[in-house]
């Protein structure tokens, strides 16, 4: 949520620039996630997060502009589903830890 919020002002610097940063992001929270504390790993995926949140700002929009006219609802919409998926299989894949 705190990165949905801040990801509006940065669509700026440009939507595809944007998902390209917020890839390294993920990178990186993955990378961190690898060392063996448990400290360790809720930072790191409390930056995976907020990419997450992130990629729910930027991608619609960048969807929204390269499909068709007559696409754009349903791969909005799909869009959408896969972010809450993804960010849900994340979270049940944490329950352990």
């Known amino acids: 949520m705190i ?3 801040g990801a509006g002002p940065l669509l700026s610097y440009g939507r595809w620039n944007c998902i390209l940063f917020t890839n390294v992001l ?3 929270s993955s990378c961190i996630c690898m060392i063996d504390n448990s400290v360790v790993i809720l930072i790191g995926r409390f930056i995976y997060g907020m990419a997450s949140g992130a990629y729910c700002v930027f991608c619609p929009k ?3 502009e390269m499909a068709p006219p007559e696409y754009r609802g349903p791969f909005g919409s799909l ?3 896969m972010c809450t998926l993804g960010i849900f299989v994340i979270a049940v894949l944490g329950i352990p830890i």
């Open 62 to 64: 960048f969807v929204s």
């Open 79 to 81: 869009n959408q589903f």
């Open 26 to 28: 993920v990178l990186l």
């Open 3 to 5: 990165a949905c919020l």
